[in-house]
């Protein structure tokens, strides 16, 4: 494959080949335009000038904005109104199928990566880890000519991203053509033997792995100057609420159907008790954080206490969420609503997905520091859904942030962030909790991530027959 003189909106190539029995990955950064070329290759959009010669015929593309897409077609087709039960979606099995393969071949791939257990469920309710690794095999199973893996390893744990790798070095070995798209450098596949750098739309690098990968220039691209980053935006303004307990949970237990998630759950959240939740994709961290958020029906038939408030006692939802900031990617996948930039962080006010109150002024002003400290203050009349997934997640993130609340709740809070993107808002994790304003739950696969102000922790194992094991340790 050739591409010459590329130009598609920031995307300018001038020269880019591929060979046969050559395994690429291209690594950027956010926004520096590997989706906009998967795009192009997978036939979504047309380059505005230049050439791509001998594409293969069959292009797939799996990535976030793939899995946004699926997402929002099974709600589009909810029969709940039509039906006595709730419609959860198309199963794992039905979603594998739409790939073309035969029922055997489904069950024999997800016996592999092993989300066998996940076939009978519905798609709206798997955790975000389960709904990727789906989708990435259900992109295998429909055996393109090229397919193209954007930031495949994203939201999966430990076990699954090995499990992955093997498979996609047995299809390299198989002759299979596969390109990689990632964030980076840790994320880049064994399997591949040749590499790309993209920067700000241009191919600034690119030849055999271990040759970019060696050059100090490219390690400097990709590495964050922690003298560069700024200082947090204020608090509003107003009284820092105080409260003994942040969470109580009882005897928590959840279930759907006759699979218990968990139960037996016994913990107590007291401020400033920083907490890290770990355990494989579907062990239900996400939702252990959604029961105390509200966001999780089965919060109301459980003795679950939050800010002093008992859950079912009559309490308003605004009563409780005003005091709680949320990044997860529930609900970057749920944030549907239209509005920019600004008016998707000044929502973090009203916990809302959308903006329908009319923002005053400080509220804007605060809004503008978030996006300048997050190096997006010039994107805040974009609208959210036209920037990058990168660029959407850092706004999310400043969304959360923004009121500085008594609990924040970061689920995979870096997800589809690129190094730089990373390091930065850990510091500013970090800088917030020094402030000792806020106390942090906080979800992560990965162990570069366990930040030492962390010093609780809740780990699941799961069982998926007979819900998880859990162990709550404190230092």
């Known amino acids: 494959m050739l591409l010459e003189d590329l130009r598609y909106r920031s995307l300018h190539i001038d020269r880019w080949e591929t060979n046969p029995g050559e395994s690429w990955c ?44 699926t997402y929002e077609a099974e709600i589009e087709n909810d029969d709940t109104d039509y039906l006595d039960r709730i419609d959860h979606g198309s199963t794992g099995l039905q979603i594998l199928l739409q790939s073309g393969a035969s029922e055997s071949q489904a069950r024999d791939f997800a016996n592999k990566v092993r989300i066998d257990y996940i076939l009978d469920r519905g798609y709206k309710l798997l955790s975000s880890g389960e709904a990727l690794k789906l989708l990435l095999l259900k992109e295998i199973l429909s055996d393109p000519d090229l397919l193209i893996l954007d930031e495949p390893f994203e939201g999966l744990d430990a076990t699954s991203r090995e499990e992955l790798t093997t498979l996609c070095q047995g299809l390299v070995d198989e002759g299979h053509s596969l390109l990689f798209l990632v964030n980076r450098i840790d994320d880049i596949p064994p399997c591949s033997t040749h590499l790309g750098v993209l920067q700000r739309g241009q191919l600034i690098a690119s030849g055999p792995k271990d040759t970019i990968t060696s050059q100090s220039e490219i390690q400097q691209i990709l ?10 935006p204020p608090p509003p303004s107003g009284d820092t609420p105080s409260f003994d307990t942040i969470a109580r949970m009882t005897q928590c237990r959840v279930q759907y159907g006759d699979s218990v998630q968990f139960e037996n759950f016994d913990w107590e959240l007291k401020p ?13 961290k996400s939702t252990l954080l959604q029961l105390l958020s509200g966001d ?17 006692s009559g309490e308003s939802i605004w009563e409780i969420k005003k005091h709680i900031g949320i990044i ?7 944030y549907r609503a239209p509005g920019n930039a600004l008016t998707t962080v000044v929502s973090g006010f009203y916990d809302s997905i959308g903006l329908y109150h009319h923002a005053t ?10 996006l300048e400290v997050m190096g997006l203050r010039d994107q805040a009349n974009t609208y959210f859904r036209q920037l990058s997934w990168g660029h959407q997640r850092l706004v999310l993130i400043a969304r959360g942030l923004i009121k500085q609340p008594s609990l924040l709740i970061l689920d995979e809070p870096t997800q ?6 990373r390091h930065l808002v850990l510091a500013f994790i970090e800088k917030l909790a020094a402030l000792q304003r806020t106390t942090l ?29 859990f162990d709550v340790a404190c230092e």
Do not use: M
């Open 416 to 421: 589809g962030l690129d190094d730089l993107n």
């Open 361 to 370: 002024e400080a509220q804007r002003q605060l809004a503008l520091q978030w």
């Open 328 to 334: 997860s990617a529930s609900l970057h996948r749920d």
């Open 223 to 232: 590495t964050l100057d922690a003298a560069s980053i700024p200082d947090l």
């Open 441 to 469: 739950l906080f979800v992560s696969h990965r162990h570069d991530e366990r930040l030492d102000l962390f010093k609780n922790q809740i780990d699941f194992t799961p069982s998926h027959k007979k819900g998880v094991r």
């Open 272 to 284: 400033g008790e920083h907490t890290i939740i770990t355990g494989p994709n579907g062990a239900g």
């Open 26 to 69: 291209l690594i950027g950064g956010n926004a520096s335009g590997k989706s906009l070329l998967a795009s192009i290759l997978s036939g979504d959009a047309s380059q505005e000038s230049g050439s791509i010669h001998q594409l293969p015929n069959r292009v797939s593309w799996a990535s976030f904005e793939v899995q946004q897409s």
């Open 296 to 312: 999780h029906p089965q919060c109301y038939s459980n003795d679950l206490q939050i800010f002093d408030f008992q859950r079912g």
